[in-house]
């Protein structure tokens, strides 16, 4: 796939095991970081070069909207769900799931909501963060 502008990334996020509730329209931006760690394993009698082992993975993910306090939208969604097991699912555009457009997908627990963020004559936006939970991250083509 060729390079693109991110101009049209789908997220959706419920509780846990819920259904699904499309805050697409109000992403600004988003970011998922996926890691691992690589826990020194270096001894006596090594080769001079530290020494590592495969560790844990670990996943997070932050989505700046725009608020919106209406029904089925983002204040309403987000804030009961703080602390608690979500489901979310983010790719980087709303097209059907492909090569091209894979779809990430976990259970994580939202850790971070601002539910009101700006200064007099700013757009009221929020940030929320979700960090691995219960799932690994999944990517699906």
Partial sequence: ?????????AVTI?????SPVDLSDHVRSVTIDYSAEAPESTAM????TKQRLPGL???????EFNQDYAAANVGVTLFPLVGA??????????AAKSATNPHYTGTG?????NPLSGKV?????????????????TQDV
């Fill in 1 to 9: 796939m060729a390079a693109f502008v991110l101009l049209d990334a």
């Fill in 14 to 18: 419920c509780a846990a095991g819920g």
């Fill in 45 to 48: 009698g090594g080769t001079g």
């Fill in 57 to 63: 993975k670990d996943w997070k993910i932050d989505v």
């Fill in 85 to 94: 097991a979500v489901d979310i699912n983010v790719c980087a555009t709303s």
């Fill in 109 to 113: 627990i939202l850790t971070k909501y």
């Fill in 121 to 137: 004559g700013d757009v009221n936006t929020t940030k929320c963060e979700i960090v691995a939970g219960t799932t690994i991250l």
